[in-house]
T-cell receptor, first 114, second 115 residues
Framework: DAGVIQSPRHEVTEMGQEVTLRCKPISGHNSLFWYRQTMMRGLELLIYFNNNVPIDDSGMPEDRFSAKMPNASFSTLKIQPSEPRDSAVYFC????????????FGEGSRLTVL | AQSVTQLDSHVSVSEGTPVLLRCNYSSSYSPSLFWYVQHPNKGLQLLLKYTSAATLVKGINGFEAEFKKSETSFHLTKPSAHMSDAAEYFCVVSDGKTSYDKVIFGPGTSLSVIP
């Protein structure tokens, strides 16, 4: 299996621009998680889906952030408009319902907002 | 509600000496517990997991952890540190009751290994 695939790996953009991060989970996995990692706040859970349905989005910082999972093999995290404080590494992870919660992580998308 | 506490934000050991990274958790049910490792500029990799079988769990690279329900602890140990062990380590809890469970990460412990 190819593992969890995230794109882009690196993104540099200017404040106010729209940013879209993409994730392809491992085939057969039912749950998908989006995390944000910064030096100041550590690893934060933003949102997670089960069977393509958002279960808990209480970690999404504000309305500028939105996430979708239109099918079992694809999810997006969108920031519009972006701000410098959104600069972070964004991780996507997936898991199978039968795997006792073990998460498989992508390599992350490093976002820099100037 | 679930929560995870990692008692040390940073641990420094000499190469060849034992490693102890401490983790305490809070969970409403019988939890699943995990340790993940993150090397610089890399993603997170599973080291080991506890899922209500044996309380002493062995993982990759010589690491192991012991689940102690009475102490609500899941400390990570390794008999002899190697330079390549320098990384960030995360203790993780999941209630494991349903597929809807949140997976909660601790704040992380940064391990430095001195030559």
């Amino acid at each position: 299996d190819a593992g969890v695939i995230q794109s882009p790996r690196h993104e540099v953009t200017e404040m106010g621009q729209e940013v879209t991060l993409r994730c392809k989970p491992i085939s057969g996995h039912n749950s998908l998680f989006w995390y944000r990692q910064t030096m100041m706040r550590g690893l934060e859970l933003l949102i997670y889906f089960n069977n393509n349905v958002p279960i808990d989005d209480s970690g999404m910082p504000e309305d500028r952030f939105s996430a979708k999972m239109p099918n079992a093999s694809f999810s997006t995290l969108k920031i519009q408009p972006s701000e410098p404080r959104d600069s972070a590494v964004y991780f996507c992870a997936s898991r199978s319902d039968g795997a006792y919660g073990e998460l498989f992580f992508g390599e992350g998308s490093r976002l820099t907002v100037l | 509600a679930q929560s995870v506490t990692q008692l040390d934000s940073h641990v420094s050991v000499s190469e060849g000496t034992p490693v102890l990274l401490r983790c305490n958790y809070s969970s409403s049910y019988s939890p699943s517990l995990f340790w993940y490792v993150q090397h610089p500029n890399k993603g997170l990799q599973l080291l080991l997991k506890y899922t209500s079988a044996a309380t002493l769990v062995k993982g990759i690279n010589g690491f192991e952890a012991e689940f102690k329900k009475s102490e609500t602890s899941f400390h990570l140990t390794k008999p002899s540190a190697h330079m390549s062990d320098a990384a960030e380590y995360f203790c993780v809890v999941s209630d494991g009751k349903t597929s809807y469970d949140k997976v909660i990460f601790g704040p992380g412990t940064s391990l430095s290994v001195i030559p």
